[in-house]
T-cell receptor, first 111, second 115 residues
Framework: GEDVEQSLFLSVREGDSSVINCTYT??????LYWYKQEPGAGLQLLTY?????DMKQDQRLTVLLNKKDKHLSLRIADTQTGDSAIYFCAESIMNTDKLIFGTGTRLQVFP | EAGVAQSPRYKIIEKRQSVAFWCNPI?????LYWYQQILGQGPKLLIQ????????DSQLPKDRFSAERLKGVDSTLKIQPAKLEDSAVYLCASSLYPGPPGTLHFGNGTRLTVT
């Protein structure tokens, strides 16, 4: 079945880069997504990448996609304390609106 | 633009009681979703509506969960009777149709505790 896997925790120093990794299973996914969840809040779409792209950059965010290995990563440059949150990778199933979310990676940024 | 509104914010009930959650999506968003997020896990889709019709309810425990979206706008999700394992955050989301698949706007959720 469909499965999206992420590491559970990541701790970085303020100003460093953060890299959050994800592996997915549905090779037919046309889009892959990164969502951010702050404490007590819902999920917020950060960015998404179309499957025919290898990389997408949006200000401090860089998404890398390796379709062969079904591996997605999110790099946050110059990580700030406000970036502390849980980051979810998600894939769309059979190009529908149905998203399968990973377990989330909790990013902690310390001064 | 106003976001997705959900109420209540928190709810504590005893097992076997019933509970209902309410969601008001972003104006103009035809698609509405209910997700269940158990602590430490990613959200899991319970049900998806397109206007007032059900698109996908394959993961909804229909013996105890029900949902409706009258008039294609607001939606309610009900649990009756609740079990301990229903303790979770229930997230409502909406999206434009058509639009890039998966670009969902989430509410802040209702945290349910079943004791």
């Amino acid at each position: 079945g469909e499965d999206v896997e992420q590491s559970l925790f990541l701790s970085v120093r303020e100003g460093d880069s953060s890299v959050i990794n994800c592996t997915y299973t549905d090779s037919s996914s046309t889009y892959l997504y990164w969502y951010k969840q702050e404490p007590g809040a819902g999920l917020q779409l950060l960015t998404y990448i179309f499957s025919n792209m290898d990389m997408k950059q949006d200000q401090r965010l860089t998404v890398l996609l390796n379709k062969k290995d079904k591996h997605l990563s999110l790099r946050i440059a110059d990580t700030q304390t406000g970036d502390s949150a849980i980051y979810f990778c998600a894939e769309s199933i059979m190009n529908t609106d149905k998203l399968i979310f990973g377990t989330g990676t909790r990013l902690q940024v310390f001064p | 633009e106003a976001g997705v509104a959900q109420s209540p914010r928190y709810k504590i009930i005893e097992k076997r009681q019933s509970v209902a959650f309410w969601c008001n999506p972003i104006s103009g968003h035809a698609t509405l979703y209910w997700y269940q997020q158990i602590l430490g896990q990613g959200p899991k889709l319970l049900i998806q509506f397109q206007n007032n019709g059900v698109v996908d309810d394959s993961q909804l425990p229909k013996d105890r969960f029900s949902a409706e979206r009258l008039k294609g706008v607001d939606s309610t999700l009900k649990i009756q009777p609740a079990k301990l394992e229903d303790s979770a955050v229930y997230l409502c989301a909406s999206s434009l149709y058509p639009g890039p698949p998966g670009t969902l706007h989430f509410g802040n959720g209702t945290r349910l505790t079943v004791t």
